[in-house]
């Protein structure tokens, strides 16, 4: 049968890397359920900001196939690792790589991730629902809202909800956020690089969808400067030891590490995450490390059923929208499980940018 397969990577970008995407026409292929039956591919790097133009092939490997829930059955979503064009050498715009290692390092200790993606929909330059010129009423109403005239964009978020499901994500839940025209969806995995993949289509689903109701979503984690919510991604993290009997001393003991390496894991979080991270609006400030049970103004809270069970999970209120989960699932799994606290000034934002 001919299958339809979107091949989808990580671009370039700078500051915050964006998706790309091209449709390849497999002519004969039987039911495609894993990565290992498409072929690799290419693409044109000097248009991505991942190559010169006198030397721009990049290389495609498909690591991850979803059903395609735009498209239907028999077509697929192909996620794509971005390689050097010898194929195996994961080129710098590739942080999915080093992710790959410290997962299969630590994977004996059952990490589970809980990803909170928020964001704002757009119409043009303008939070969708907002009146072209001026702000809707002040915050209040709309955090989980119901009605016309508190939540603007549902719509849209069902059917991304419809495809997250069809594409088989692990989508947890939707719901309106505290700034008109800003939501959230959850994507809970079993695997930092099984969390991490389902977020990125999760986006790309997003993204897709928007464009047929015209509208466009942003991750930006402060889209609107002044008295209004920002955007971010909380983390939800355990390993199999927080979540059993004795599972809170690991946990706080987790949160030690964390604050140790503060400052580190900040500078990875995602761009403009200091407009976000004031101290305000559900906010620890950025220069300032705190945890505690039910604190929604601490860097890290640990929930109340988790202090009251004695195991449980932590959250990591720190990250921001744009965050890019390998990055951050990679952070977590460093210093939480793997003890590292060192602070290695080649582990970049930039480091994925290209030099050349
Ligand atoms: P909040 O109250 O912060 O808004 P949400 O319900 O939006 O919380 O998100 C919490 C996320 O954490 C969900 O996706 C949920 O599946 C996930 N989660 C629950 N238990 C765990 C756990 N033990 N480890 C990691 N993530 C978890
Ligand atoms: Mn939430
Ligand atoms: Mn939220
Ligand atoms: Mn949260």
């Given at each position: 049968?001919?299958?339809f397969a979107?091949y989808?990577?990580?671009?370039?970008?700078?500051?915050?890397?964006?998706?790309?995407?091209k449709?390849?026409?497999?002519?004969?292929?039987?039911?495609?359920?894993?990565?290992?039956?498409?072929?690799a591919?290419?693409?044109d790097g000097?248009?991505t900001n991942q190559?010169?133009?006198d030397?721009s092939?990049?290389h495609?490997?498909?690591?991850?196939?979803?059903?395609?829930?735009i498209?239907?059955?028999?077509?697929?979503?192909?996620?794509?690792?971005?390689?050097?064009?010898d194929?195996?050498?994961?080129?710098?715009?590739n942080?999915?790589?080093a992710?790959r290692?410290?997962?299969?390092?630590?994977?004996?200790?059952e990490?589970?991730?809980?990803?909170?993606?928020?964001y704002?929909?757009m119409?043009g330059?303008?939070?969708?629902?907002?009146p072209?010129?001026?702000y809707p009423?002040?915050q209040?109403?709309y955090?989980?809202?119901?009605g016309?005239?508190?939540?603007f964009?549902r719509?849209?978020?069902?059917?991304?909800?419809?495809?997250?499901?069809?594409?088989?994500?692990?989508?947890?839940?939707?719901?309106?956020?505290?700034?008109?025209?800003?939501?959230?969806?959850?994507?809970?995995?079993?695997?930092?690089?099984?969390?991490?993949?389902?977020?990125?289509?999760?986006?790309?689903?997003?993204?897709?969808?928007?464009?047929?109701?015209?509208?466009?979503?942003t991750?930006h984690p402060k889209?609107?400067?002044?008295d209004?919510n920002?955007?971010?991604?909380?983390?939800?993290?355990?390993?199999?030891a927080?979540?059993?009997?004795?599972?809170?001393?690991?946990?706080?003991?987790?949160?030690?590490?964390?604050?140790?390496?503060?400052?580190?894991?900040i500078k990875?979080?995602?761009?403009?995450?200091?407009e976000?991270?004031t101290?305000?609006h559900?906010?620890q400030?950025?220069?300032?490390?705190s945890?505690?049970?039910?604190?929604?103004?601490?860097?890290?809270?640990?929930?109340?059923?988790?202090?009251?069970?004695?195991f449980?999970?932590?959250?990591?209120?720190?990250?921001?929208?744009?965050?890019?989960?390998?990055?951050?699932n990679?952070?977590?799994?460093?210093?939480?499980v793997?003890?590292?606290?060192d602070?290695?000034?080649?582990?970049?934002?930039?480091?994925?940018?290209l030099t050349?």
């Amino acid at each position: 049968m001919v299958v339809f397969a979107e091949y989808i990577w990580m671009d370039g970008h700078q500051p915050t890397q964006k998706l790309r995407s091209k449709t390849k026409v497999l002519p004969d292929l039987d039911e495609v359920t894993r990565p290992d039956q498409l072929p690799a591919w290419g693409f044109d790097g000097s248009s991505t900001n991942q190559a010169p133009g006198d030397n721009s092939d990049c290389h495609l490997e498909p690591v991850r196939v979803y059903p395609d829930p735009i498209r239907g059955h028999p077509h697929v979503l192909v996620l794509c690792e971005v390689m050097l064009a010898d194929g195996v050498t994961p080129h710098p715009t590739n942080p999915r790589a080093a992710l790959r290692e410290v997962a299969e390092q630590t994977a004996e200790h059952e990490p589970w991730f809980g990803l909170e993606q928020e964001y704002t929909l757009m119409q043009g330059m303008t939070p969708l629902g907002w009146p072209d010129n001026g702000y809707p009423a002040p915050q209040g109403p709309y955090y989980c809202g119901v009605g016309a005239d508190e939540v603007f964009g549902r719509d849209i978020v069902e059917a991304h909800m419809d495809a997250c499901t069809e594409a088989g994500l692990g989508i947890t839940g939707i719901n309106a956020e505290v700034m008109p025209g800003q939501w959230e969806f959850q994507i809970m995995g079993k695997g930092a690089l099984e969390a991490a993949d389902d977020v990125w289509i999760g986006r790309y689903l997003l993204y897709r969808i928007g464009e047929d109701f015209g509208v466009s979503a942003t991750v930006h984690p402060k889209p609107v400067k002044g008295d209004w919510n920002g955007a971010g991604m909380h983390t939800n993290f355990s390993t199999k030891a927080m979540r059993e009997e004795g599972g809170m001393a690991v946990i706080e003991a987790a949160c030690e590490a964390l604050g140790k390496r503060h400052e580190h894991h900040i500078k990875m979080y995602g761009a403009h995450n200091a407009e976000r991270l004031t101290g305000l609006h559900e906010t620890q400030s950025i220069e300032k490390f705190s945890w505690g049970v039910s604190d929604r103004g601490a860097s890290i809270r640990i929930p109340l059923a988790t202090a009251q069970q004695g195991f449980g999970y932590l959250e990591d209120r720190r990250p921001a929208a744009n965050a890019d989960p390998y990055v951050l699932n990679r952070l977590l799994l460093e210093t939480i499980v793997l003890g590292v606290t060192d602070t290695p000034e080649t582990d970049t934002p930039e480091s994925v940018a290209l030099t050349a």
